[in-house]
């Protein structure tokens, strides 16, 4: 091999290892890129905020991909799917002619069962004769497709709404 060859393979790597590197900052930076604040607030320091008589509230910051993501889509009342009806407004037959299941019906609006715990077989104590340690911690409720928990919301809703009004308020649809 001779020595040009090599220094100019050594150039060409170190072009391409810097060119890819500058590249995939950029667009980690502008996907990850947090909400546009308004020019008009003044941020503040923590040193001033713990200065105020008011306890801090949190500042979440979200990325504008997760807002996206967020936000969900609410198609308008002309392409929603209305039964009975076709795409140019004409009524056509259900697909269910004989009215379809009423196991809906059925069910109830609301599920709710207990959470327990038995304090003696949690903390490995032996049961003593007459007495139980089963102790109601809270109650487990499902309701408009949506998991509670002593009526706070669990799992992914929980705090959406806050978020996903505030990725609108930021002109995100």
């Known amino acids: 091999m001779k020595t040009g060859d090599c220094a100019m393979r050594f150039a060409i790597r170190t ?20 909400l546009p604040e308004p020019d008009d607030v003044q941020k503040s ?3 001033e905020a713990l200065d105020k008589d008011e306890p801090a509230k ?3 910051t979200i990325s504008r ?7 969900s889509y609410v198609p308008d009342d002309e392409v929603v799917y209305k039964p009975g009806v076709d795409v140019h407004g004409n009524k ?3 697909a269910d002619l004989d009215g379809g299941s009423q196991i809906l ?11 327990t715990i038995d304090f003696f077989k949690f903390s490995g104590i ?23 928990f002593n009526d706070t919301p669990l799992g992914n809703e929980a ?4 978020l996903i009004a505030a990725c609108r308020a930021a002109g995100f649809r």
């Open 15 to 34: 072009c391409l290892a810097v060119s890819i590197c500058t590249f995939s900052t950029a667009v980690l930076a502008q996907g990850e890129s947090p």
């Open 45 to 47: 320091s923590d040193a």
């Open 58 to 60: 949190p500042t979440i």
């Open 65 to 71: 991909s997760a807002c996206k993501a967020l936000v």
């Open 92 to 94: 056509v037959a259900p």
């Open 105 to 115: 019906n059925a069910l109830p609006k609301e599920i709710e069962f207990p959470v």
């Open 126 to 148: 032996s049961v003593p004769d007459g007495v139980s340690g089963e102790s109601s911690i809270g109650k487990i409720t499902y309701r408009n497709g949506r998991v509670y």
């Open 159 to 162: 705090g959406q709404d806050e």
